[in-house]
């Protein structure tokens, strides 16, 4: 499958605990995004890199939240000291030019 | 900020019937996409208008930009229960850092009943 995937595809984790998430982009795309969407909404754009470089962050992206992409190929996105308020869908989505093929998310839930 | 309104949020109809999902915005994209997005999986990329007053057909859907590159429409003729899902525009960002960033509407749920 040479798609974009994400693992874990389900996370359940206590309030106040530190969680990672993986994915993996399909390889010759240059640009990564991340977004988040709650239940019945639509996706909102978290943070975007070209190559390795983080070029934008929306203001939701709080402090608890850091996103990296070593060497320009997978990324992570963590989120510290979780908040009921983060249980979203997280989606990633790798592209070129104006396209963008989303992975199929990871469930959070805080409790 | 750029935002994109969708209507209606929930459409519930009889397989066999037409029906019509908007999208509209006060700002203009460079382009606009329509992803359908089936429960616990992501979105997938069913087209992206870019020129004014274009109008697209993938099978039974419809698909057209305004032409102030504005506001957007999916029509879908003779509904089938396949076509449920949540439809979502999207506005692409034109350059940048912006460049090919997403700002999507709030979706439309769609059930078609058999």
């Known amino acids: 499958d040479t798609g974009v995937s994400q693992d874990p595809r389900h996370k359940i984790t206590k309030r106040g605990q530190n969680v990672t998430f993986r994915c993996d982009p399909i390889s010759e795309h240059n640009r990564l995004y991340w977004y988040r969407q709650t239940l019945g909404q639509g996706p909102e754009f978290l943070t975007y890199?070209?190559?390795?470089?983080?070029?934008?962050k929306s203001r939701l992206l709080s402090d608890r939240f850091s996103a990296e992409r070593p060497k320009g190929s997978f990324s992570t996105l963590e989120i510290q000291r979780t908040e009921q308020g983060d249980s979203a869908m997280y989606l990633c989505?790798?592209?070129?030019?104006?396209?963008?093929?989303f992975g199929p998310g990871t469930r959070l839930t805080v409790t | 900020t750029q935002l994109l309104e969708q209507s209606p949020q929930f459409l519930s109809i009889q397989e066999g019937e037409n029906l019509t999902v908007y999208c509209n915005s006060s700002s203009v994209f460079s382009s606009l996409q329509w992803y359908r997005q089936e429960p616990g999986e992501g979105p997938v990329l069913l087209v992206t208008?870019?020129?004014?007053?274009e109008v697209k057909k993938l099978k039974r859907l419809t698909f057209q930009f305004g032409d102030a590159r504005k506001d957007s429409s999916l029509h879908i003729t003779a509904a089938q229960p396949g076509d449920t899902g949540l439809y979502l525009c999207?506005?692409?960002?034109?350059?940048?850092?912006?460049?090919?960033?997403?700002?999507f509407g709030q979706g439309t749920i769609l059930t078609v009943h058999p």
């Open positions: 989505a790798s592209g070129k030019d104006y396209e963008q093929y």
């Open positions: 208008v870019v020129t004014g007053g």
């Open positions: 890199f070209q190559n390795e470089a983080q070029l934008e």
């Open positions: 999207a506005g692409v960002g034109a350059g940048g850092t912006s460049y090919g960033k997403l700002t």
